[in-house]
């Protein structure tokens, strides 16, 4: 039976709930559990952080867990975002944003912070501490801070970010089905022409910018280098794909260095040349082929 909330039951659930938790009320009361968890939240009731019976519940918690094995969720999101499954369009972040914002302006932020701003004098604090902590570091600790944050990226998915006022038309693309940033419309073209090639089964796979080569001892410049695409052939040997429309310093410091430390491992690096060839025989066949004038 569903009976309706007494005022006398409503004052205790406001009193009990916060210090005693779900449970105790569900018992004193006679009420289903559902029931109380409907009306905590209704009333916006939450348990409190500093009361016995949360640091009992917490510390229950911390001792069911010890002993049993999770799935490693670091490895599944790691996988979801090679696949492109958690990449989100330029429209879903700005709906994300408005939401969230509408939600802070209506609720408060859920720091204490909305409105808040560090002050100059806060900022030139935080400014000389960082700058006393850099001049104390060795030359390797910031080599090693360094390619800690670049590996950090290559686990994240996050090596390649999106530039703003760039002329080579960087920019997201879905192609084979997975949506990736491109850095350039060659870049992505190619990639179109090896999701042709794979269709045509002349290659068995490809991928964009699936693996980042370390070079171990460097300190100092290049210490790593991301190929822009990966192939496997049909008779199961692969190779990496990179798109070069010119050929700077940094680029050539990469391209020796992967020589040098990956000597097994077969480059190939399409110059402008072998680009516009490639555009002039495959680009009319290829559906969503980006032409310069286009």
């Avoid at 005022?7 to 659930?13: A, F, G, P, T, W």
């Avoid at 935080?126 to 600790?141: D, G, L, V, Y």
């Avoid at 040997?237 to 050929?247: A, T």
Wanted: aromatic letters at 12%; hydrophobic letters at 30%; charged letters at 35%.
């Amino acid at each position: 039976m569903n009976k309706n909330w007494t005022l006398e039951e409503i004052e205790y659930l406001k009193k009990y709930y916060p210090v005693k938790g779900k449970m105790y009320c569900v018992q004193v009361l006679g009420r289903s559990e559902s029931s109380v968890r409907y009306k905590a939240s209704f009333l916006g009731l939450k348990q409190d952080k500093e009361s016995n019976f949360f640091k009992e519940w917490q510390e229950r918690a911390r001792l069911s867990k010890i002993g049993r094995k999770r799935p490693d969720q670091a490895l599944v999101m790691k996988k979801l975002h090679k696949e492109g499954k958690l990449l989100k369009t330029e429209k879903q972040k700005k709906e994300i944003s408005i939401r969230n914002k509408k939600w802070i302006q209506e609720n408060g932020h859920p720091k204490g912070a909305l409105g808040h701003k560090h002050s100059a004098e806060t900022k030139a604090k935080i400014s000389k501490k960082i700058f006393e902590m850099n001049a104390q570091m060795t030359e390797e600790q910031k080599h090693q801070k360094v390619l800690k944050m670049m590996k950090t990226k290559e686990a994240n998915g996050t090596m390649t970010t999106e530039r703003q006022k760039t002329t080579w038309k960087g920019g997201w693309r879905n192609i084979g089905g997975i949506d990736k940033y491109y850095r350039s419309r060659w870049e992505a073209n190619y990639g179109r022409f090896l999701e042709y090639l794979k269709q045509q089964e002349l290659i068995k796979s490809w991928a964009h910018e699936p693996k980042t080569f370390w070079f171990e001892g460097v300190k100092r410049g290049t210490v790593s280098y991301l190929p822009d695409f990966w192939v496997e052939e049909m008779d199961g040997n692969d190779s990496f794909h990179e798109v070069k429309g010119w050929m700077d310093n940094k680029s050539k410091t990469k391209i020796k260095r992967m020589a040098k430390y990956y000597p097994n491992v077969k480059l190939i690096v399409i110059s402008s040349k072998e680009y516009n060839d490639l555009e002039k025989k495959f680009g009319h066949l290829i559906d969503g082929w980006e032409f310069k004038n286009a």
